[in-house]
C-alpha cells in the first residue's frame, strides 16, 4: 500500500473524483473503489469523503462536511462507509458496516457519519476482522456521502459468476428500489452469458447488455472479477454506486485456447491448504511420477498455490475414459469420481477421434514387466519383501545426508538441484504395491458372499505401518510423562516448544522422538513447511491430548492389540464361510487379505522415506535463505531459477512479500475444488445438490462401526485440543493429524478416498470414519453432538 503525501494526509474532506487506488488509507477502500470508476470514465453519483485523518481526529469536521454538502446542493443523501480494510481483494466486509440512505439536513448527515465511525468497531465487523486476522487498532473509518439516487430497478453484478465461478458468465441480483443491498426482499438471479443474454423474459434486454458492457469494462479496468452495485433511475440512467473486488471466488486457472479440466490432487496427500512456491516443484514431480507409474502422462497445474492435474487428454481419449472413474474412485474419493462422471457425460468433453488410432503406451513394457516381478515375489516372500524395504529405506535415510563439503550457497543449491528429486527404489515400490491390491481385490473377489465392511474387520490393526509406530511412540511418550503432567497440561504447547528449543524443558523423552520422527509434520510433503524437529508444537500437543485420556481401557496401544486380535477371529470365520460358498475365489482372496495383514502396513514407507531428502533439502534451503534474506524461510516463496538469480544479485524482496501475502491470504480458504474447468466453473458446485434430511449428512463409510459423541471442528493440528472419545471434524488429513486419531472417538472428514491415509489410520485403530462429507467443517459446530455411522457413510447431527 502506497503512502500518500502531507498534504492529503491533513485534509478531512475530499471530492470522490479526487480519491484512487493509491489513497486507500486516506479514503478507505469503498471510496478508492468509487473514484477509480469516475477516473475511468464511468456514471457514479456525484459526492465527497470524509477521510481517516477526521476519524483520527474524533471529531467529524463540521464547517468541511457542511460546505461540500452544499455544493451537492443538500437534498437526501446515501452516508456509506469506507474503512480502510474493507472493498479490498482478499477482504469486501460486505455487510459488516453501516450505511444510512435517505438522509437529509446537516444535522442527520452529521448524526449519519457518526453511526458509520460507531460501526467500524461493531460486533459484526470485530467478529469479522478477528476471523480474518486483523488489527482492528491498524483500521481507520472513512465516510462516503453521495448523492441519493431514486432507483426503479437496482442490484448487484458480479462480472463472473460467484455461484459456480465461470469467468464467461455474470451473475446479476435484480429488484425494486434499494431492496437488493438491503436483503429486504427476494430478488431476481439472471445469468448473463453475452450480451443477448435473457432472464425469460422477465426484464428488458436492453439493460441487460448496459449491464454486460459495464460489466466487462469495470473488470478491465480493476484487473479482475468484480461485485458491482448499480441502479436505475426513473430516466433509464444506469449509476454504479459501488465496485469492488469479488473475494470469495477461487483463483482462475489458466487461460487457454480449448475447454480444459483440471482435478485437486492434493487430497491424495492429505493436502488443502496452499503449497509454497518452493514445494510446488517438488510435489509436481512427485505427483507426476506416481500418475506415470499408473500408465498416465498428466500435466500438474499450479491454481491458487494447490496441484491440479489436468486430465483433458485423458477424458478426450477413447482409451482412458474407461479407467478414469475407477482411478478417481480408488485414489481420489467419492465426490472427485461423482465430478469426472459429470464431466464424462459434457458433450464438450467428447472423445476425440475413432479411438482406432494407436497411441504410444504411457508406461513401457520393461516397466510392467518389472512391477508384475515385484508385485508376485513380494505375495510369495512378504517376510523377505518387508526386510528388503526396511533395509531401502535405511539406505536412502543414509544417503539423504549432505556431504560435509558444502559451504557456500552456490554449493548448497548445485547439491539440491541433484538431490531434489529421487525415485523411490523397486525394494520400496513393489511391496507397497503388492499390499495395496492384496487390500483391494478380496472385496471384487467375494461380492456377494461378503461386504466390504467384512474385510475392513480384517484389515483392522495391521502391523508394520511406520505412521501407526510413531503414533504408539508417541503415546509411551505421554505415557512416561506423566510425572511432568500439570506442567505438559497447563502450559501452552507453543510455549513448551519454545523452550525445548532452549533446552528449558524438562526430559520426557522428545529429542529420541524428534531423532526418529522430526522430519514429519502437517502438510510434510511442501518442502517450505516447518518439520517437527524445527518446531515441535504439534507433537507437544498431541502429548497434552494423550495426559487427558485416564480410562486404562481406551489406551492407544490396547486398543491397537485389541484390533488385531479381532481382526485375527474375523479373518478365520470370513475364510471359513466362503471356503464353503465360493471354494476357488474364496481361496484367492483368503490367501490375499493374510498377505494384506503382513504389507499392507507398508504403504506409508515409501512417503516415510522421502521425507528424509526432503528434510535434507530443506535445511540446505534454509541456509541459503539465511544469506539471502533477514528471515531464511523467505527462500521458500521462490524457485530455484529464482534463487539462483537471487545470488546472483536480484533483488527479490518485492516478489517474496507479494507471494507471502498471496500464501496467507490462501491459508484462510476453508473451500478448495474438487475440480476446475480452465473458465473457472467449480464442477461440483453444477452437480445436483444433495438431499439430505435434516441433520442428516451423507458421505461415505470409510471405517465401520457407531460412535455418538462430541464433536471438534479442528483446522490445525499443532493447536487441536481434543477430549479423550470427541469425534474428530475436519477437512482432510495427512500423516502428520494421525497422532490424534488415537483418542479420537471417530474421523469425519470432507475430503478422501478409501485408500488415503486417514480412513487407513482409522480402520487399523478400529475407530467409525465417514469421509467425503461436503461442508462437514462449517455445519458441524464444536460441542454439538453428533453420531457417525461407519457402515452407514452417515452423520447424524443433534438438533
Same mark, same amino acid.
Given at each position: 500500500?502506497?503512502?500518500?503525501?502531507?498534504?492529503?494526509?491533513?485534509?478531512?474532506?475530499?471530492?470522490?473524483?479526487? +480519491?484512487?487506488?493509491?489513497?486507500?488509507?486516506?479514503?478507505?477502500?469503498?471510496?478508492?473503489?468509487?473514484?477509480?470508476?469516475?477516473?475511468?470514465?464511468?456514471?457514479?453519483?456525484?459526492?465527497?469523503?470524509?477521510?481517516?485523518?477526521?476519524?483520527?481526529?474524533?471529531? %467529524?469536521?463540521? &464547517?468541511?462536511?457542511?460546505?461540500?454538502?452544499?455544493?451537492?446542493?443538500?437534498?437526501?443523501?446515501?452516508?456509506?462507509?469506507?474503512?480502510? =480494510?474493507?472493498?479490498?481483494?482478499?477482504?469486501?466486509?460486505?455487510?459488516?458496516?453501516?450505511?444510512?440512505?435517505?438522509?437529509?439536513?446537516?444535522?442527520?448527515?452529521?448524526?449519519?457519519?457518526? $453511526?458509520?465511525?460507531?460501526?467500524?468497531?461493531?460486533?459484526?465487523?470485530?467478529?469479522?476482522?478477528?476471523?480474518?486476522?486483523?488489527?482492528?487498532?491498524? %483500521?481507520?473509518?472513512?465516510?462516503?456521502?453521495?448523492?441519493?439516487?431514486?432507483?426503479?430497478?437496482?442490484?448487484?453484478?458480479?462480472? *463472473?459468476?460467484?455461484?459456480?465461478?465461470?469467468?464467461?458468465?455474470?451473475?446479476?441480483? %435484480?429488484?425494486?428500489?434499494?431492496?437488493?443491498?438491503?436483503?429486504?426482499?427476494?430478488?431476481?438471479?439472471?445469468?448473463?452469458? &453475452?450480451? !443477448?443474454?435473457?432472464?425469460?423474459?422477465?426484464?428488458?434486454?436492453? /439493460?441487460?447488455?448496459?449491464? /454486460?458492457?459495464?460489466?466487462?469494462?469495470?473488470?478491465?479496468?480493476?484487473?479482475?472479477?468484480?461485485?458491482?452495485? /448499480?441502479?436505475?433511475?426513473?430516466?433509464?440512467?444506469? /449509476?454504479?454506486?459501488?465496485?469492488?473486488?469479488?473475494?470469495?471466488?477461487?483463483?482462475?486457472?489458466?487461460?487457454? &485456447?480449448?475447454?480444459?479440466?483440471?482435478?485437486?490432487?492434493?487430497?491424495?496427500?492429505?493436502?488443502?491448504?496452499?503449497?509454497?512456491?518452493?514445494?510446488?516443484?517438488?510435489?509436481?514431480?512427485?505427483?507426476?511420477?506416481?500418475?506415470?507409474?499408473?500408465?498416465?502422462?498428466?500435466?500438474?497445474?499450479?491454481?491458487?498455490?494447490?496441484?491440479?492435474?489436468?486430465?483433458?487428454?485423458?477424458?478426450?481419449?477413447?482409451?482412458?475414459?474407461?479407467?478414469?472413474?475407477?482411478?478417481?474412485?480408488?485414489?481420489?474419493?467419492?465426490?472427485?469420481?461423482?465430478?469426472?462422471?459429470?464431466?464424462?457425460?459434457?458433450?464438450?468433453?467428447?472423445?476425440?477421434?475413432?479411438?482406432?488410432?494407436?497411441?504410444?503406451?504411457? !508406461?513401457?513394457?520393461?516397466?510392467?514387466?518389472?512391477?508384475?516381478?515385484?508385485?508376485?515375489?513380494?505375495?510369495?516372500?512378504? =517376510?523377505?519383501?518387508?526386510?528388503?524395504?526396511?533395509?531401502?529405506?535405511?539406505?536412502? #535415510?543414509?544417503?539423504?545426508?549432505?556431504?560435509?563439503?558444502?559451504?557456500?550457497?552456490?554449493?548448497?543449491?548445485?547439491?539440491?538441484?541433484?538431490?531434489?528429486?529421487?525415485?523411490?527404489?523397486?525394494?520400496?515400490?513393489?511391496?507397497?504395491?503388492?499390499?495395496?491390491?492384496?487390500? *483391494?481385490?478380496?472385496?471384487?473377489?467375494?461380492?456377494?458372499?461378503?461386504?466390504?465392511?467384512?474385510?475392513?474387520?480384517?484389515?483392522?490393526?495391521?502391523?508394520?505401518? %511406520? @505412521?501407526?509406530?510413531?503414533?504408539?511412540?508417541?503415546?509411551?511418550? *505421554?505415557?512416561?510423562?506423566?510425572?511432568?503432567?500439570?506442567?505438559?497440561?497447563?502450559?501452552?504447547?507453543?510455549?513448551?516448544?519454545?523452550?525445548?528449543?532452549?533446552?528449558?524443558?524438562?526430559?520426557?523423552?522428545?529429542?529420541?522422538?524428534?531423532?526418529?520422527?522430526?522430519?514429519?509434520?502437517? !502438510?510434510?510433503?511442501?518442502?517450505?513447511?516447518?518439520?517437527?524437529?524445527?518446531?515441535?508444537?504439534?507433537?507437544?500437543?498431541?502429548?497434552?491430548?494423550?495426559?487427558?485420556?485416564?480410562?486404562?481401557?481406551?489406551?492407544?496401544?490396547?486398543?491397537?492389540?485389541?484390533?488385531?486380535? +479381532?481382526?485375527?477371529?474375523?479373518?478365520?470365520?470370513?475364510?471359513?464361510?466362503?471356503?464353503?460358498? #465360493?471354494?476357488? #475365489?474364496?481361496?484367492?482372496?483368503?490367501?490375499?487379505?493374510?498377505?494384506?495383514?503382513?504389507?499392507?502396513?507398508?504403504?506409508?514407507?515409501?512417503?516415510?522415506?522421502?521425507?528424509?531428502?526432503?528434510?535434507?533439502?530443506?535445511?540446505?534451503?534454509?541456509?541459503?535463505?539465511?544469506?539471502?534474506?533477514?528471515?531464511?524461510?523467505?527462500?521458500?516463496?521462490?524457485?530455484?531459477?529464482?534463487?539462483? *538469480?537471487?545470488?546472483?544479485?536480484?533483488?527479490?524482496?518485492?516478489?517474496?512479500?507479494?507471494?507471502?501475502?498471496?500464501?496467507?491470504?490462501?491459508?484462510?480458504?476453508?473451500?478448495?475444488?474438487?475440480?476446475?474447468?480452465?473458465?473457472?466453473?467449480?464442477?461440483?458446485?453444477?452437480?445436483? !445438490?444433495?438431499?439430505?434430511?435434516?441433520?442428516?449428512?451423507?458421505?461415505?463409510?470409510?471405517?465401520?462401526? #457407531?460412535? @455418538?459423541?462430541?464433536?471438534?471442528?479442528?483446522?490445525?493440528?499443532?493447536?487441536?485440543?481434543?477430549?479423550?472419545?470427541?469425534?474428530?471434524?475436519?477437512?482432510?488429513?495427512?500423516?502428520?493429524?494421525?497422532?490424534?486419531?488415537?483418542?479420537?472417538?471417530?474421523?469425519?472428514?470432507?475430503?478422501?478416498?478409501?485408500?488415503?491415509?486417514?480412513? $487407513?489410520?482409522?480402520?487399523?485403530?478400529?475407530?467409525?470414519?465417514?469421509?467425503?462429507?461436503?461442508?462437514?467443517?462449517?455445519?458441524?459446530?464444536?460441542?454439538?453432538?453428533?453420531?457417525? =455411522?461407519?457402515?452407514?457413510?452417515?452423520?447424524?447431527?443433534?438438533?
Amino acid at each position: 500500500m502506497q503512502s500518500y503525501c502531507k498534504r492529503e494526509a491533513q485534509v478531512s474532506v475530499i471530492p470522490l473524483s479526487e +480519491a484512487h487506488a493509491d489513497l486507500v488509507p486516506l479514503v478507505g477502500g469503498k471510496a478508492a473503489g468509487l473514484g477509480e470508476l469516475i477516473r475511468a470514465g464511468e456514471r457514479v453519483p456525484e459526492g465527497f469523503c470524509v477521510t481517516t485523518e477526521a476519524h483520527r481526529a474524533g471529531v %467529524v469536521p463540521r &464547517d468541511e462536511v457542511r460546505a461540500a454538502y452544499a455544493r451537492l446542493g443538500g437534498g437526501p443523501v446515501a452516508v456509506r462507509s469506507s474503512a480502510t =480494510d474493507e472493498d479490498l481483494p482478499d477482504a469486501s466486509f460486505a455487510g459488516q458496516h453501516d450505511t444510512v440512505l435517505d438522509v437529509e439536513g446537516e444535522a442527520d448527515l452529521l448524526a449519519a457519519i457518526g $453511526t458509520c465511525w460507531e460501526s467500524l468497531h461493531g460486533s459484526r465487523a470485530a467478529a469479522y476482522r478477528e476471523a480474518r486476522g486483523t488489527d482492528p487498532a491498524d %483500521v481507520r473509518m472513512a465516510v462516503v456521502v453521495q448523492r441519493m439516487v431514486a432507483p426503479v430497478r437496482a442490484g448487484v453484478l458480479y462480472t *463472473a459468476n460467484p455461484v459456480t465461478g465461470n469467468r464467461t458468465e455474470m451473475l446479476v441480483e %435484480v429488484g425494486p428500489g434499494t431492496t437488493v443491498v438491503d436483503g429486504r426482499t427476494d430478488v431476481t438471479r439472471v445469468v448473463l452469458a &453475452d450480451p !443477448a443474454g435473457s432472464d425469460g423474459g422477465r426484464s428488458e434486454p436492453g /439493460w441487460q447488455g448496459d449491464l /454486460w458492457a459495464v460489466g466487462r469494462r469495470v473488470q478491465a479496468h480493476f484487473g479482475g472479477p468484480q461485485d458491482v452495485e /448499480w441502479a436505475i433511475d426513473h430516466d433509464g440512467t444506469l /449509476w454504479l454506486l459501488q465496485s469492488r473486488p469479488v473475494s470469495t471466488l477461487f483463483p482462475a486457472p489458466p487461460q487457454t &485456447d480449448d475447454l480444459r479440466v483440471y482435478v485437486e490432487f492434493g487430497n491424495v496427500q492429505g493436502m488443502l491448504r496452499p503449497v509454497t512456491p518452493m514445494g510446488m516443484a517438488t510435489l509436481r514431480a512427485m505427483i507426476a511420477a506416481m500418475v506415470a507409474s499408473l500408465g498416465m502422462r498428466v500435466e500438474i497445474v499450479d491454481i491458487g498455490g494447490r496441484l491440479y492435474g489436468d486430465l483433458t487428454d485423458l477424458v478426450r481419449r477413447p482409451a482412458s475414459r474407461r479407467r478414469l472413474v475407477r482411478l478417481m474412485a480408488v485414489d481420489f474419493g467419492p465426490r472427485a469420481q461423482a465430478v469426472m462422471e459429470h464431466v464424462l457425460r459434457d458433450p464438450r468433453f467428447a472423445p476425440s477421434g475413432d479411438g482406432s488410432r494407436r497411441r504410444p503406451a504411457d !508406461a513401457s513394457l520393461g516397466t510392467a514387466l518389472r512391477a508384475l516381478r515385484g508385485i508376485l515375489r513380494a505375495l510369495t516372500r512378504p =517376510d523377505a519383501a518387508r526386510r528388503r524395504l526396511v533395509a531401502a529405506v535405511d539406505r536412502l #535415510r543414509a544417503e539423504s545426508v549432505a556431504p560435509a563439503h558444502l559451504r557456500t550457497a552456490h554449493e548448497r543449491l548445485r547439491f539440491v538441484r541433484e538431490h531434489g528429486d529421487g525415485g523411490a527404489a523397486d525394494d520400496i515400490t513393489w511391496p507397497i504395491v503388492a499390499g495395496m491390491l492384496a487390500s *483391494a481385490l478380496p472385496a471384487h473377489l467375494l461380492k456377494g458372499v461378503a461386504t466390504e465392511d467384512d474385510v475392513h474387520a480384517v484389515l483392522r490393526g495391521v502391523p508394520h505401518n %511406520v @505412521t501407526i509406530e510413531m503414533d504408539l511412540a508417541l503415546w509411551a511418550l *505421554a505415557s512416561a510423562a506423566r510425572e511432568h503432567r500439570d506442567l505438559l497440561l497447563d502450559t501452552p504447547p507453543a510455549e513448551l516448544a519454545a523452550r525445548y528449543l532452549r533446552g528449558a524443558l524438562p526430559e520426557i523423552g522428545l529429542s529420541g522422538f524428534l531423532s526418529r520422527y522430526g522430519h514429519r509434520a502437517a !502438510a510434510e510433503a511442501d518442502v517450505g513447511v516447518p518439520r517437527w524437529a524445527e518446531d515441535p508444537t504439534p507433537v507437544l500437543a498431541a502429548v497434552a491430548n494423550y495426559l487427558r485420556l485416564t480410562d486404562p481401557a481406551q489406551a492407544p496401544d490396547r486398543r491397537f492389540a485389541e484390533a488385531a486380535a +479381532a481382526a485375527g477371529a474375523a479373518l478365520d470365520e470370513l475364510a471359513a464361510r466362503v471356503r464353503r460358498r #465360493r471354494p476357488v #475365489r474364496g481361496r484367492i482372496a483368503i490367501f490375499l487379505l493374510r498377505r494384506a495383514r503382513r504389507l499392507a502396513g507398508l504403504r506409508e514407507a515409501g512417503k516415510f522415506a522421502g521425507l528424509y531428502r526432503l528434510r535434507t533439502v530443506r535445511e540446505q534451503l534454509l541456509l541459503i535463505g539465511a544469506t539471502l534474506f533477514p528471515t531464511a524461510d523467505d527462500v521458500m516463496f521462490l524457485t530455484l531459477d529464482e534463487v539462483e *538469480a537471487a545470488l546472483a544479485g536480484a533483488d527479490l524482496t518485492g516478489l517474496v512479500a507479494r507471494r507471502r501475502a498471496t500464501h496467507r491470504r490462501e491459508l484462510r480458504r476453508r473451500v478448495v475444488p474438487v475440480a476446475l474447468l480452465s473458465d473457472g466453473t467449480d464442477v461440483e458446485s453444477t452437480l445436483p !445438490a444433495p438431499t439430505d434430511g435434516a441433520g442428516l449428512l451423507r458421505g461415505v463409510g470409510a471405517a465401520t462401526g #457407531r460412535v @455418538t459423541g462430541p464433536a471438534r471442528v479442528v483446522t490445525d493440528p499443532a493447536t487441536a485440543y481434543l477430549e479423550p472419545g470427541e469425534i474428530l471434524v475436519t477437512a482432510t488429513t495427512d500423516p502428520g493429524w494421525t497422532p490424534l486419531f488415537l483418542t479420537a472417538g471417530a474421523l469425519v472428514t470432507e475430503t478422501g478416498a478409501i485408500m488415503a491415509h486417514g480412513p $487407513t489410520v482409522a480402520r487399523e485403530y478400529g475407530i467409525p470414519a465417514v469421509i467425503s462429507v461436503p461442508g462437514a467443517t462449517s455445519r458441524i459446530v464444536t460441542g454439538q453432538m453428533i453420531t457417525v =455411522d461407519g457402515a452407514a457413510g452417515t452423520v447424524t447431527t443433534a438438533r
